[in-house]
């Protein structure tokens, strides 16, 4: 080992999506954080590029979204998914995100999020997530560095890590190490203790190509067009808006890759065009797993992203699924370090989080089985298919039919999207059951532990932003009426818990004014009381309107209860540089 070794607050293993989200997160608390990442560099894989509106509205308030201006593939060029018998012989079956224009698309998410679902390569996300992340002074990002050796040593973790170029091996301390190294987790593999695993899809091939297909493949403007073919079964995926390159994924049971001349004639087979000319650039070979990590915490390592849960891409759940992990327990984590909460709050990020990671390797596992039976059903009995590329009108109906509730599943999953609820100790219930939630339908409530719900306003100066562009750096307490006594209660308990609690006056004389009456059906503020949002976005507690000079008890029990501390525990002090923000 060379050198004395380096402590730090937080070690992140992993540099992709997840891990970079978190070093944002961290270095924005102003934590010391160091991450490890085996690749020279961020992703340049053709892989992850839906972006749902939730991570959407993280990447808006976090800068990256603005970096994505004008990158990724415009709604008409992505527009769902196509089912073809062949591609020259047109589409039988689709399921389309928007059946309107563009602007009816936009229009209906904002009523819903100040952001829309997104295809956005994972190129250019992950290396915005990397650029905001590097601006933290107290973020050091090391790629091309292996971690290989970690211990948890009971009050820290020690980690060996290795620089591939130099060979160059050296410690490094930290008091949480966090694991987002993927489906493949290295410290998983070392640390963890118990998997519960589903099936494998094993041997897909991705090819990335050259050829003439924007009037025939592109004309329709899927993001994936299916061929049926069983004999050219696969997907093809848009070409890429960077580098015009077009994508095709199918099944493969050979241990070497297929030469060109077979991928030549797969291509041109699953797109029925026998002689067209096109230029294999590059071929490669994936297995996708399915599990989920029964305990995501063993002491002061804990897990996020593909590193606790792993499955199929199919529904863009992943990348999705992992940022927000890293956003729900950045903010618990900067408490816990700074001293205002104690280490027990860590224990509701898995409370929160496992369930919906449950339901995500459970869809993701549905969708990819349920296409597979839809492809070998449609097959069974249409001779016609091998012969002349049709299927019989019955074999058409049946398809149909089958695609619109896949399609729900796979594309149209707002509820997924927006819908999730949390209950654990960080939350306060009031006894109002939230809304169901499913993976397609999604209903606004301020309910506690759900997502706080996006409402247009508009600021002092007359600029439109959303609520959600509100939520991150602290709790947020969002107020009508009675605002200076909130205001009071909220600088006096920051203070005293070392919490950074911010008031957000909406109305007469406030901060800001609602865009439409939505602010008031959703919010419960109008008599008085107040909504409590945590940093990651969740609604924690709705306060009843409080009688003179209530309002600071109310608050301080309020907050005392979220971070877990006993009722006998002496509030941690504040921080020089953290006083809590007001207004």
């Keep these: 080992m060379n050198g004395a070794m380096a402590q730090v607050d937080v070690a992140i293993c992993g540099g992709g999506p997840v891990g970079l989200a978190l070093a944002y997160l961290l270095g924005r608390e102003g934590l010391r954080v160091a991450l490890f990442e085996k690749r020279p560099s961020t992703t340049v894989l053709p892989k992850g590029q839906y972006v749902h509106a939730s991570t959407a509205e993280l990447y808006r308030q976090w800068g990256v979204w603005e970096l994505l201006e004008g990158k990724g593939w415009s709604i008409p060029r992505s527009n769902g998914q196509g089912f073809y018998v062949r591609i020259a012989q047109g589409p039988v079956a689709d399921v389309r995100s928007s059946l309107g224009t563009d602007a009816e698309y936009e ?9 829309y679902p997104r295809k956005v390569p994972a190129s250019d996300y992950e290396a915005a997530l990397r650029h905001q992340a590097a601006a933290w002074q107290s973020v050091a990002l090391h790629f091309g560095t292996q971690v290989v050796d970690v211990e948890d040593q009971g009050s820290a973790v020690r980690l060996a890590v290795k620089e591939l ?103 041109r087979g699953a797109l029925g065009m026998p002689d067209l000319p096109v230029e294999i ?69 898995e409370v929160e989080r496992k369930g919906k990671a449950l339901l995500t390797v459970k869809a993701a596992t549905y ?66 059951e939230p809304p169901r939630a499913t993976l397609e339908h999604y209903e606004e409530s301020t309910v506690p532990g759900v997502r706080a719900p996006h409402v247009w306003l508009y600021d002092s100066a007359g600029r439109r932003l959303s609520t959600v562009d509100l939520w991150g750096t602290a709790f947020s307490l969002v107020v009508q009426r009675d605002a200076q006594a909130w205001t009071q209660a909220a600088r006096a308990v920051g203070r005293e818990l070392g919490v950074a609690l911010r008031v957000v006056h909406i109305g ?52 005392r209860r979220l971070l877990t501390l006993e009722p006998d525990t002496r509030a941690a002090a504040s921080l020089p540089g953290q006083e809590a923000p007001v207004g």
Excluded: M
């Excluded at 924007?214 to 067009?225: E, I, M, N, V």
């Excluded at 073919?229 to 890429?240: E, I, L, T, V």
């Excluded at 949002?533 to 301080?556: I, N």
């Design 107 to 115: 229009h209906k998410w904002a009523q819903l999020a100040p952001v």
């Design 508 to 559: 007469a004389g406030g901060h800001y004014r609602a865009d439409e009456p939505k602010f008031g059906r959703l919010y419960p503020v109008a008599d008085g009381g107040a909504v409590l949002v945590r940093p990651d976005g969740f609604v924690a507690r709705r306060l009843p309107a409080q009688a003179e000079g209530a309002a600071g008890p109310a608050l301080r029990d309020t907050l």
């Design 367 to 432: 969708n990819s089985l349920n296409f597979q039976a839809i492809a070998a059903a449609i097959a069974v009995g249409e001779p016609g298919v091998s012969l002349h590329g049709t299927f019989s009108p019955q074999a058409v109906a049946f398809l149909r039919e089958c695609v619109a509730p896949h399609g729900d599943n796979s594309v149209l999953h707002t509820g997924f999207q927006l819908g999730t609820v949390y209950d654990s100790a960080a939350v306060i219930r009031d006894g109002d």
């Design 165 to 267: 170029e130099s060979g160059a091996l050296r410690e490094v301390g930290a008091r949480y190490l966090v694991a987002c190294d993927g489906a493949r987790s290295f410290v998983r593999n070392r640390i963890g203790r118990g998997e519960d695993h589903g099936p494998t899809f094993g041997n897909q091939v991705l090819a990335e190509f050259r050829a003439d297909l924007d009037d025939t493949l592109g004309r329709d403007g899927y993001f994936h067009s299916f061929v049926l073919d069983p004999r050219h079964a696969g997907w093809f995926g848009s070409k890429h808006p960077d580098t015009g390159l077009w994508r095709y994924s199918f099944r493969h049971d050979e241990d070497t890759l297929p030469d060109t001349a077979a991928l030549l004639e797969r291509i």
């Design 281 to 349: 650039v590059r071929v490669y070979r994936f297995d996708y797993t399915t599990g989920l990590l029964r305990k995501w915490r063993e002491g002061n390592v804990l897990f996020a992203g593909d590193a606790a849960h792993w499955h199929s891409p199919w529904g863009g759940f992943g990348a999705n699924t992992g940022v927000q992990d890293a956003n729900n327990l950045a903010w618990k984590l900067g408490l816990v370090l700074r001293g205002a909460a104690p280490d027990t709050l860590l224990d509701t990020y």
